[in-house]
Structures are given as C-alpha cells and as structure tokens.
C-alpha cells in the first residue's frame, strides 16, 4: 500500500519562529489534506490540497503532486500552534472507495 | 451549521462489554468514515459507509467489530466483548462523496478497564 512519511517528527520552536513540515507519499494519489491535532485531541482541518499553493492566514501549503510531495508553512508560530500535524493523501480503493490514509505525524511544540 | 457530531465523547467499558459510538455526520453529507487512533500513532482507517450499505471494510478487525448506517439515525460503530487494546480515540468523518474534503469529528475516546 501506499506509505505517507512526514518530516520531522517532532519539533520544537520558539515563539515567532518559522517552520517547513514535509510529507511525501509513494504514489500517486486523488488529493491530500492537511490536519492539525491539537492537545485535547481535536483534528482541525487546515487544507485541502491535491495541488498548487493555498495560504490561510499564517499557514500556506504547497503540493507538487508530481514528485509526491507537500510541504505546510507555519510562520510566526504561536503556543496554540503546538501540537501534531498530519498530512493525508485521499487513495482510491476498490469499486468506488475514496478513503484517507494517514501519515506518522510531526509534534510541534511551540515555547513562550 | 453544526459539524460532524460525535458520542459519547468518553467511554469507560470493562473487558467483554459492549461499547456503541455513534456518529451523525455534516448536513448534507452521505459518506461516514471511522478511524481509530491508538496512543501516539496517526489515525487508521477502519470503514466507509453510505446510506444503508458499507463500501469498504478492509480496516475493520475480523471479529468483534461492527458498523451501520441506517437510512435513519447517526451511524453506528460497535464493539463487542471489548479488551484493553480496543482503548483507542474513534473518529468519525463525513463528506459529500469523492474529491470533497473530509469532515473529521471530535472524537470518542474508550477506555477498556
């Protein structure tokens, strides 16, 4: 089946501070979307991206679905940005399933 | 617009009851999912379902394990003669079908004891 790797697996980061995650998946796949769970276990999305750059406030993301990577932005991170983020690529199973495979996750922790 | 609801949120269960997690998935949308996350692990997928009828189940463990989606009501996973390595969060998602974004709710945490 098809493997999602994320890198790194954990991080940790002043406040203010920029970072890249990285996930890479071994085949093609329908979409991908990036989730962020946050320390009371809530999974939030943060987008939807099969391909291109989308910005959402201080997160952006790009997808080149091409070479079977995305990459999420944080910049000026905040405390409330600790937690882990996971990428997830949408697989096409048999007949007419579309379902999300999971990767390993990054854990950000964000210090004052 | 409420999102995808799920309860209850926490679950205490002995070993060999039975544990019910329900699931009513976003206005509009047909297609549940659930997932299992297990401690420190990323999420697993377990099955998909529409209306009344189950798409995939490769996920789901051989025994024990059951979902529903009936044409009325929230869908349903069940778990019969629960262990300790059924503890897990349960997530559920909905969508309005292929290449839409993916729903996820809040989760119901089971604790086995």
């Known amino acids: 089946g098809i493997q999602v790797e994320q890198s790194p697996p954990d991080l940790i980061l002043q406040e203010g501070a920029n970072s890249t995650l990285r996930c890479n998946f071994s085949?093609?796949?329908?979409?991908l979307q990036w989730f962020h769970q946050n320390p009371w276990g809530q999974l939030i999305n943060l987008f939807y991206i099969p391909s291109g750059t989308k910005q959402n406030g201080r997160l952006s993301a790009t997808t080149v679905a091409t070479e079977r990577y995305s990459l999420l932005y944080i910049s000026s991170s905040q405390t409330t940005d600790s937690g882990v983020y996971f990428c997830a690529v949408e697989v096409r199973g048999g007949g007419a399933t579309n379902k999300l495979i999971f990767g390993t996750g990054t854990l950000l922790a964000v210090q004052p | 617009n409420a999102g995808v609801m799920q309860n209850p949120r926490h679950l205490v269960r002995r070993r060999g009851q039975e544990a019910r997690l329900r699931c009513s998935p976003m206005?509009?949308?047909?297609?549940v999912y659930w997932y299992r996350q297990l401690p420190e692990e990323g999420l697993k997928f377990m099955v998909y379902?529409?209306?009344?009828?189950?798409?995939?189940e490769s996920g789901m463990p051989k025994e024990r394990f059951s979902a529903e989606f009936p044409k009325e009501g929230p869908s349903i996973l069940r778990i019969q003669q629960v262990v300790r390595g059924d503890s897990a969060a349960y997530f559920c998602?909905?969508?309005?079908?292929?290449?839409?974004?993916?729903?996820f709710g809040e989760g119901s945490w089971l604790t086995v004891v």
């Open positions: 379902l529409q209306k009344e009828n189950i798409i995939d």
């Open positions: 998602a909905s969508s309005q079908g292929a290449g839409n974004t993916i729903y």
């Open positions: 206005k509009g949308h047909s297609h």
């Open positions: 085949d093609s796949v329908n979409n």
